[in-house]
């Protein structure tokens, strides 16, 4: 049974009409009130557990009521529940809602990724370095390794977040976030390669133009398309869901890093070829996994939206 904890701060003119609400919806349980207990902000203490299916609608009416301006609200996502309660509430009242997701918690967990400290880049550029010496090896394994560290996919859903809410800073900021991170990227990677080259490091398979790993990254075509669109969904309805597992397999299914990493290379070792190849493959994954996510956001609202409707209307229907 899946629920969350709501912790509010209400300010006494809001608290009837607060508990009015949460009273009224049927699957909120364990409703708790404390009267001029809290401090910082001023105000009653107000706790609950909702239903995941119904939070989406409890949420927006305390919002409505304009507690998150004048008070605070806060969700703890609740790991266990012993309910037997809980679970004939969801089974009678929620059904195919059972296990929507809570966009408040979806779009925190989206924003917090959303945000650029100087660790961003040094990963961007590390990712970029660790991508660099699996194409000079040919390693396949350090290609995996370099798309894992990369932080680019938090930056890419934030923009599609901002695009689907029309907020554009955020679309700026994250914009910003990727070209400087895949500049840097792309500098260290380069820089790299020229010491290599320098020194004579490179083996002698990527001296002779045997080069497996990079003939894969810096070769965009269908198929190249058709995997980013797939991660551009799998990636949202794992963040929305809360599948790490998921998500994981988006990081490593797409050509980000490595083509970064492949750009920086193949300038150092002069295949301008292989260059504009990497910079279109680059190109072509962050546009589609914006382009992808945005919509796969919109779809999921769309849908959950008519689902909830649906039921609502089953509900309000008189029997015969």
């Not at 296990?99 to 100087?118: D, L, M, S, T």
Request: glycine residues 8%.
């Amino acid at each position: 049974m899946d629920m969350i904890h709501v912790r509010a701060v209400c300010p006494p003119d809001l608290t009837e009409r607060t508990m009015a609400l949460l009273s009224a919806e049927t699957c909120v349980l364990n409703l708790h009130l404390q009267k001029g207990r809290v401090r910082k902000p001023e105000g009653d203490a107000i706790e609950c557990d909702v239903l995941t299916g119904a939070a989406n609608e409890v949420l927006r009416g305390l919002r409505d009521l304009g507690l998150e301006h004048r008070g605070t609200l806060v969700l703890d996502p609740v790991d266990t529940v012993f309910s037997d309660l809980a679970a004939k509430t969801g089974a009678e009242e929620l059904g195919a809602r059972l296990r929507a997701p809570v966009w408040e918690q979806v779009e925190a967990r989206i924003r917090a990724e959303g945000r650029y400290p100087p660790s961003f880049y040094l990963f961007l550029v590390i990712a970029g370095l660790i991508g660099a010496v699996g194409i000079i090896t040919n390693s396949q394994i350090l290609i995996v390794a370099a798309m894992v560290v990369g932080p680019e996919y938090g930056a890419i859903t934030s923009i599609a977040l901002g695009i689907d809410h029309r907020a554009r800073p955020r679309i700026e900021q994250g914009l910003l976030a990727l070209l400087v991170g895949f500049l840097l990227a792309i500098a260290a990677t380069f820089l790299f390669a020229l010491l290599v080259r320098g020194f004579g490091l490179q083996p002698r398979a990527f001296e002779l133009g045997l080069r497996p790993v990079s003939s894969l990254i810096d070769t965009p075509n269908f198929f190249s398309a058709a995997v980013a669109v797939l991660a551009g969904i799998v990636g949202i309805v794992s963040l929305s869901e809360a599948r790490t597992s998921a998500l994981l397999g988006v990081f490593i299914s797409v050509t980000t890093i490595p083509a970064a990493a492949d750009i920086g290379v193949s300038s150092a070792f002069a295949s301008w070829d292989e260059a504009w190849g990497s910079l279109l493959q680059l190109l072509l994954n962050i546009v589609v996994l914006i382009v992808v996510g945005t919509g796969t956001l919109k779809c999921q609202r769309a849908i959950w939206r008519r689902v909830s409707a649906r039921r609502r209307e089953r509900a309000v229907r008189p029997t015969a």
